[in-house]
């Protein structure tokens, strides 16, 4: 039975595995919208060594941290992606 299913069966695994690494590495099945991206990083200077599916993320950071000044929260955001 695996003999003669055996090229079927090596295709469901790649696909799958395509599929979960997509999903659960630093790549993205769906990217995110540019707008949705440039509305919440409006007014922060995003670095090049943040990834593009982390820049949300960080522009959250920057306008959302806790810290003294917007600097201070610039600081500590750049910090805090690059050691990822």
Do not use: A, Q
Request: glycine share 8%; charged share 20%.
């Amino acid at each position: 039975m695996f003999r003669k299913n055996s090229s079927i069966l090596t295709l469901i695994f790649v696909v799958l595995g395509g599929i979960f690494y997509s999903i659960y590495g630093s790549n993205s099945l769906f990217p995110t919208k540019p707008v949705r991206i440039d509305s919440r990083c409006y007014g922060v200077d995003v670095p090049k060594s943040i990834k593009y599916n982390e820049m949300e993320n960080f522009c959250s950071c920057v306008h959302m941290g806790g810290h003294v000044s917007k600097e201070e929260n610039y600081k500590y955001c750049v910090s805090r992606f690059d050691s990822k």
